[in-house]
């Protein structure tokens, strides 16, 4: 395929951060040509828009988009308990397909153009996204407790088996995810690092997302959380830490030291309720480095990683009653550059020789006019309806708010019919 | 005109909050059947839609939609002396309804059927509401400067002038505006107040937006900004006091007691990072009326009312740690029948006999399914896009995403040109 971009303001992140005018050129999958004017002939041709990076969104949990709206306002304990885990244990390989073509459907429709991943299932995930198109890190959950897909002495062998399935994939790269420290024993936390060092995958886990947490994992172990993974070969510079919203000033500098990478929640740790916060100006300071993500929908409850940037920009300003604090630029760099980097593709800017991944946005939208400043207005005006295009490997997944690849209302349906027989056995689902 | 609403999920906001299947019938300015199926005919026919009332933003300054992204990441006495001032010094007639238009089309666009505006140029605001057919509470500022449009001394009665022009007004209603207890001397918030209890009128204020402005106000007064209005007869049932981020519980208990409504402007407060909180949880438990705005599009930086609200809902979680708190329901109604209650429009609901306000929201959307609770979507998962048709006073101001009765593109290439002449002699417009 290849694709001409006409006439359109380009927000590079590329090192000078250059906002420019101009041309760009994608050939197969990659960003062949970035200039003031290409006259190449190409398949389609687009014009007169913004582009930008595609959004990189850092964890989450695809198919919960089936939860979406499923038990709001609602303590973190009683969501779980009440509502979450009932209905998670009785999810199927076909659910799981329905809730995760429904979220690939809306990150596509709003500028992702890479998800890191972590759920049950995973592999029927990994095909999905393969299918339709989006770059996924698909972390396969290891936790000791036996899944709606399987045993939990299988966890760790079928993972294995999944990382060797998929390695080598160009767009689906396996990651080995044990849940978190309260969930995993030491060994379990163990093997599943050695499982990653093995065969060179990331790791992808929870740390510090509440204070109970913390509280409950010094009991059991007396160790925090970050602790118990850096004894257990878990803080590597290959794996992503989402939330840490309750580490310590020492945390951070264990974090930047070990070269980990923290996934900020700001929306979901907000709607839970989760109290502390990602120190972002901290982990700035210290030159850890730190990217976003949505987490699941059931706790945000959209995928929109334009609403993430506006919360994760906001939030930190409000905090220290600094409006410098986490510019548009620097929470711009956590969607694209920082995290393209952490993961190791060669994305999260717009240049020659990069991948194609990259997104359009209309510019004749009321919130995007006038213009001033383009990375603020990605940032801070932009919505994820603001997308028209987004190209993923160099395939136009979404064309002119088009999917050419899928049919965007049969997937809402099965949703809606994977959700039906969800709730269809729980009498509480009235009472929300 | 006539519009039939068909096979909708209707958001009705009445009384029980009840969300029913159901269909719509609108003639000329009123909603004249709510029932599960209408067979009347009808002008225009929509089917299959998510329907609400239109969204109220109770505080903001229209046109300064030209400032948006200018300035950004800035302290607010840098923002507004380096920044804001500045361009506002240069604006004229021309430009104000430029601004204004674009605003509009934004609020249109994204599902906000009436706002409460305060800014110069207030004629030009309310004419042009008027034309583009946007119902408008339009403050006439009173401030204790010259402002662009005259000299301070005209500004009372110039007001008085304004109100006995469009009372009387079905869609436009004049407001007494004067700016906050730190840009107003005594005699002039008196005056103001006396002026409004004259004609009748609503009061919109600044209030307690920032600590700084506090304690100004308490050392050259002796009083706190609450205490200082309702000494000069501002603090009424009929006054809008913005932001209120900075209040004591005793000023809650004042504030209850008087009648007086807040507009919170989560975004705004937290993009200009001003500290402090409006407290939500105390001042529903007082009884005080409290209703959302977005401020202007300079500090948001966009109208979007969807998205102040999933800010005012989860900025408050956040803070108390509790996910119970301000929950989706107790949002919707800040946005929708508490604001119409407290203007005084016969809107807010949708029930038959009700002005039709109200908008359509689009269910095809990856964001919306599937579909647990629709209050938990219009709340938590729509976004000011998913809107695609609104009415307001009955007329399809927006229909299927069209705009009947102006021409968006022009809207937009008008505000861009404003925009150039406003900046057009700044030197500091690149250093942005």
Chains 1, 2 share one sequence.
Not at 92 to 111: H, S, V, W
Request: proline residues 4%; glycine residues 6%.
């Amino acid at each position: 395929m290849s694709i001409l971009i006409k006439d359109s303001l380009i927000i590079s992140q590329d090192k000078g951060r250059k906002v420019k005018k101009g041309d760009i050129y994608i050939e197969d999958d990659v960003i062949a040509e970035v200039s003031e004017r290409i006259s190449t002939e190409a398949e389609y041709v687009l014009t007169g828009k913004m582009v930008m990076p595609g959004l990189i969104n850092t964890h989450t949990h695809l198919p919960m988009t089936l939860m979406r709206g499923y038990g709001d306002d609602l303590t973190l304990e009683e969501w779980l308990t009440t509502r979450i885990w009932p209905i998670e244990s009785k999810l199927n390989e076909d659910m799981i397909e329905a809730g995760t073509r429904l979220a690939l459907l809306e990150m596509i429709a709003t500028g992702t153009t890479t998800c890191n991943d972590m759920y049950f299932f995973e592999d029927t995930i990994a095909r999905t996204c393969k299918k339709m198109g989006m770059r996924c890190f698909a972390g396969f959950s290891i936790i000791d407790f036996d899944t709606p897909e399987m045993k939990k002495e299988m966890l760790l062998p079928e993972c294995e088996k999944f990382i060797r399935k998929w390695r080598g994939d160009e767009l689906i790269k396996p990651v080995v995810a044990p849940h978190s420290t309260y969930s995993c024993s030491p060994e379990t936390l163990q093997k599943a690092s050695e499982l990653a060092e093995k065969y060179g995958t990331m790791l992808h886990t929870h740390c510090s997302e509440t204070r109970k947490e913390v509280y409950d994992v010094v009991e059991r172990y007396g160790a925090r959380p970050l602790e118990q993974l850096e004894r257990n070969g878990m803080l590597t510079e290959k794996t992503m830490l989402a939330h840490c919203g309750w580490i310590t000033k020492e945390e951070v500098r264990q974090i930047a030291r070990a070269g980990a990478c923290v996934s900020h929640n700001p929306v979901s740790n907000m709607k839970l309720a989760t109290g502390g916060f990602t120190p972002l100006p901290e982990l700035f300071d210290a030159g850890a480095c730190v990217t976003l993500g949505t987490d699941g929908a059931a706790s945000n409850n959209k995928l929109d990683m334009f609403e993430t940037m506006k919360f994760a920009a906001l939030i930190h300003k409000h905090h220290r009653w600094d409006a410098q604090i986490v510019t548009a630029q620097q929470t711009l760099d956590m969607a694209t550059v920082n995290a393209a980097s952490y993961l190791g593709i060669n994305a999260g800017s717009i240049e020659e020789g990069k991948k194609a991944d990259l997104i359009c946005l209309d510019m004749d939208m009321p919130n995007l006019a006038p213009m001033h400043n383009p990375i603020s207005h990605a940032v801070y005006a932009a919505s994820g309806f603001n997308v028209s295009s987004t190209i993923i490997d160099g395939r136009a997944v979404m064309l002119e708010r088009e999917f050419p690849y899928f049919d965007k209302q049969k997937i809402i349906e099965e949703a809606e019919k994977a959700k039906e027989k969800l709730v269809s056995n729980d009498a509480k689902q009235s009472t929300n």
